[in-house]
């Protein structure tokens, strides 16, 4: 059962380390936070759902679309945000809010409050090691996760944009003082957030029911492991990640299903605790 | 009489000390000049009396009473008030107000503004200058007339120790003439000042005594002619000639 | 006339803003004679009106500079306090309403434990999170409270006893619009008195210049706490008003986003460092949302929410009832705008 408990605790924790990853990397380029980042991943697996269910597209082909979609959201989003005032954090705070309500209205109108769920049998099976049992859903969630971050940090850091996106992330007067447009950075941290955006949310359907308030839960997870995290460090997004996900099994495990949700809370105001002044200001 | 004694004062900011074994004292009725370049020490020693800041080390007495671990507003109450380097009016309220907000948190509190408090606040802005705009947002007032309303919110608790945070740092000379008129008037009111002024135009003009910082060491004090004549003043402002090296 | 910083000229006898409002208050006082026919438009104005307490409410925090995004913790904190004092031990609404507020007040200590040492942005994504805890206990601790299944059957608003005369408020539509039209108005006054005292003049300092402020003698932190205690305090009774309304609780309505964003909504749109901007945004939106635009969308209508406090943000910051320079701070003696 520990065994187990493990097993999906890192499998989800990385999984949730994805989800994060986007949040993250706006954060750290932009100021802003994006509270609509849930809503977004939602949106993204009911597209994917849409599609698995009115066309019978396969899961797989159904993730350009949802890219796609959130790109076009994030772009709008994006344009929003710029014209924001200072304080940067406090007002990207309450817009996105605001468009975290419109896109869940949105979502309601189209889709109902119905739950969804996209079911690919394949997934359920899986292989029996030892004493656990691995599904193949996560064992797809683990290997697509770790790949997706794999590929990120090749990205950050052998390529001259990710090395670009780094300094902005860093220090954003110094960034553009060496002749970086961070206007730009910011369109590229939505663009970039857009994708794995749409990677994770048709997998996001996969596992957990979709309707139009679940964006919350997302939300918060990757308001935590962020905020864990500190700006610019991929490494601590995974280990973010990994605690999340251990601790929330462990909850499931002790105290039942149901406390589940309140972990990641719990979590983000420990960390908020600790960290009074925001985590700009720890070392990048 | 001494008013403010410090006695070792030190600071450190994470490997910094910012200020190191600062040994002086005010004397009732003086006008003190703090002085020296960028980074010597000043504004976090203002920051310390004030509370704003811990000391590292070292004491701080007020009329012989120890105040070095007091919190702003008790310092507040107890009678030393500040001005702020940049000027912080609360600028969506009125002038008159701004004042109001000097005095009537620096005693017992009132549920509501009484006459009174409105009819000192007044006063106040004529002292300063600014009684035409007491009605106007201190948004609306220029430079030199915010900092004066700092001035006369800090003045409006009575204090008896008024820490002079850059005041007069962009003026131009006719500017500072006025404010040395004014701190005169200040000082006549028996107000104790204490002048933080990197620039040294005000403080030259108006101190008894200067204590003169450098790289939060005290390197000089005394009176200003001599101060300013210290080598290790004009060191610290301009360098050292090329000869001497 | 008087002139402030952004040109604008404002008068404060301007007869025109007084008689709307007069009009306005007429119109709230005689709607049961206007609505005869109609419980539904009573309904709705008794929602708009609970609803203008709670964005008076959540504004009393709002004054101090923190944004809370999860308000719906108090209220459904005060709701369940007061149904399941009044269910369990058989305490009359009367007292189970406002110790429902003590208890959310309880609470609210123990947010600021956690999150008063935080400013802006963060703050509000701590309250954001802080829903949670009390949403997922409630929902646990089955024995108590069912859990998600929710209390029915619960007491309804007071019966007014005066001699032998009883009244049962809740069984009238009326009764109970009249109810909460009360409770709205004493809390207009109250907040008036709050925001023109030197509680108000030090929460606006606080929220302005923070480092002034304490320069000034103001104790930052104690009067925050106090605006989040009274904050608290006045949204847990709304909702044990809600729920002895609506006679019926459950954890994922009470502390759901609806009560957490609607009064913050009407707060920023309406005029966050005004009296009556709140609660005229309640009064105005809420109905709009309801009459026009719930027919047209069944399913999604609440996206006006979204849409107006995106617009607010980034065009009218200081809200519609303080752009019009409404907004008075203190008496007309010391001249003050905000």
């Not at chain 2, 104790?192 to 003009?205: A, K, P, Q």
């Not at chain 3, 309640?282 to 719930?294: G, N, T």
């Amino acid at each position: 059962m520990w065994t187990t408990a493990f097993v999906s605790g890192i499998t989800l924790g990385s999984f949730y380390t994805l989800i994060a990853l986007g949040f993250a990397l706006i954060f750290g380029v932009t100021h802003t936070f994006n509270l609509a980042h849930g809503e977004l991943l939602v949106l993204a697996g009911f597209v994917s759902y849409w599609l698995w269910k009115t066309f019978g597209l396969s899961l797989v082909f159904t993730f350009p679309a949802a890219i796609l979609l959130s790109f076009a959201v994030c772009l709008i989003l994006q344009r929003l945000f710029s014209r924001l005032r200072e304080p940067l954090e406090l007002n990207s705070v309450v817009v996105s809010f605001g468009v975290a309500i419109l896109l869940q209205n949105s979502m309601l109108f189209c889709f109902s409050g119905d739950y969804r769920l996209i079911r690919v049998p394949a997934l359920n099976q899986g292989l029996r090691l030892h004493t656990f049992y691995l599904s193949y859903g996560q064992l797809t969630l683990l290997a697509l996760s770790l790949l997706v971050m794999g590929l990120l940090y090749l990205l950050m850091h052998q390529t001259y944009l990710g090395k670009a996106l780094r300094a902005t992330m860093q220090d954003r007067e110094a960034a553009a003082l060496a002749g970086i447009n961070v206007g730009v950075m910011g369109v590229l941290a939505f663009g970039i957030g857009a994708v794995l955006i749409g990677l994770a949310g048709p997998l996001y359907g996969c596992i957990q029911y979709l309707y139009p308030t679940a964006g919350l839960q997302a939300t918060l997870i990757a308001i935590t492991i962020t905020i864990f995290a500190g700006i610019g460090r991929l490494h601590g997004l995974i280990l973010g990640g990994w605690i999340l996900g251990l601790v929330e099994s462990l909850a499931v495990v002790l105290l039942g299903a149901s406390w589940r949700e309140m972990v990641s809370a719990v979590m983000l105001l420990i960390l908020l605790a600790m960290k009074p002044h925001g985590i700009l200001g720890r070392e990048g | 009489m001494s008013l403010l004694k410090l006695e070792a004062l030190s600071k450190r900011f994470g490997d910094c000390w910012a200020l190191k074994e600062i040994d002086f004292s005010i004397n009732e009725g003086e006008i003190v000049g703090l002085v020296g370049p960028n980074g010597a020490g000043k504004t976090t020693l203002v920051n310390l009396i004030t509370g704003r800041h811990r000391p590292t080390s070292g004491r701080i007495l007020f009329a012989d009473q120890e105040i070095t671990a007091c919190k702003p507003h008790e310092i507040r109450r107890l009678g030393i008030s500040r001005t702020f380097q940049s000027s912080r009016p609360f600028a969506k309220m009125t002038t008159l107000e701004n004042v109001v907000l000097g005095r009537i948190f620096s005693k017992e509190f009132q549920l509501f503004t009484r006459q009174t408090d409105i009819d000192t606040a007044e006063q106040l802005l004529e002292l300063v200058g600014i009684a035409h705009k007491a009605r106007l947002p201190a948004s609306d007032l220029t430079l030199s007339e915010q900092r004066r309303l700092d001035l006369a919110r800090a003045l409006a608790n009575q204090p008896r120790l008024l820490l002079l945070d850059e005041v007069a740092a962009g003026f131009s000379p006719l500017a500072v003439k006025q404010a040395v008129e004014l701190v005169r008037r200040v000082r006549q009111r028996g107000v104790t000042l204490c002048i933080v002024d990197h620039f040294l135009t005000l403080s030259l003009r108006v101190s008894d005594r200067l204590l003169a910082l450098d790289h939060g060491e005290k390197v000089a004090e005394g009176r200003p002619q001599e101060v300013m004549r210290n080598r290790k003043v004009i060191r610290a402002y301009l360098g050292t000639r090329r000869e001497e090296n | 006339m008087r002139k402030t910083g952004s040109g604008l000229q404002i008068d404060e006898n301007f007869p025109l803003t007084k008689g709307a409002l007069l009009l306005g208050f007429v119109f709230l006082l005689l709607l049961p004679v206007v609505a005869r026919y109609s419980d539904y438009v009573l309904q709705v104005f008794t929602h708009a009106l609970l609803l203008a307490t709670l964005a008076l409410a959540w504004n009393i925090l709002g004054i101090s500079g923190s944004i809370s995004l999860g308000h719906a913790a108090f209220f459904g904190v005060g709701a369940y306090g007061s149904v399941l004092l009044s269910l369990e031990l058989g305490i009359s609404p009367w007292f189970t309403i406002p110790l429902g507020g003590l208890v959310a007040t309880g609470f609210a200590v123990i947010t600021a434990l956690f999150c008063l040492r935080l400013r802006g942005g963060y703050f509000a994504l701590a309250t954001l999170a802080f829903v949670e805890i009390p949403k997922v206990i409630t929902d646990n601790w089955d024995s108590l409270t069912r859990g998600s299944l929710g209390l029915l059957g619960l007491p309804g608003l007071p019966t007014l006893s005066l001699g032998s005369y009883h009244f049962d408020i809740s069984a009238s539509p009326v009764a109970s619009y009249y109810f909460v039209l009360s409770y709205a108005l004493l809390l207009i006054c109250l907040v008036a008195l709050i925001f023109r005292s030197n509680l108000g003049l030090a929460l606006h300092a606080v929220r302005q210049e923070e480092a002034a402020a304490e320069a000034v003698g103001i104790q930052v932190q104690r009067y925050r706490l106090l605006s989040l205690l009274l904050s608290a305090f006045f949204t847990g009774i709304g909702g044990a008003c809600y729920a002895h309304l609506i006679r019926y609780v459950e954890p994922s309505l009470v502390y759901g986003l609806h009560f957490s964003a609607i009064p913050m909504i009407f707060a920023i749109c309406g005029g966050r460092f005004t009296v009556l901007g709140p609660p005229l945004a309640a009064l105005v939106l809420y109905p709009i949302d309801q009459f026009i635009f719930h027919p047209l969308l069944p399913a999604g209508h609440e996206f006006l929410y979204g849409a107006i406090i995106i617009l607010a943000i980034l065009f009218m910051p200081s809200g519609f009832w303080g752009r019009l320079g409404k907004g008075h701070l203190v008496s007309a003696k010391t001249g003050s705008i905000e």
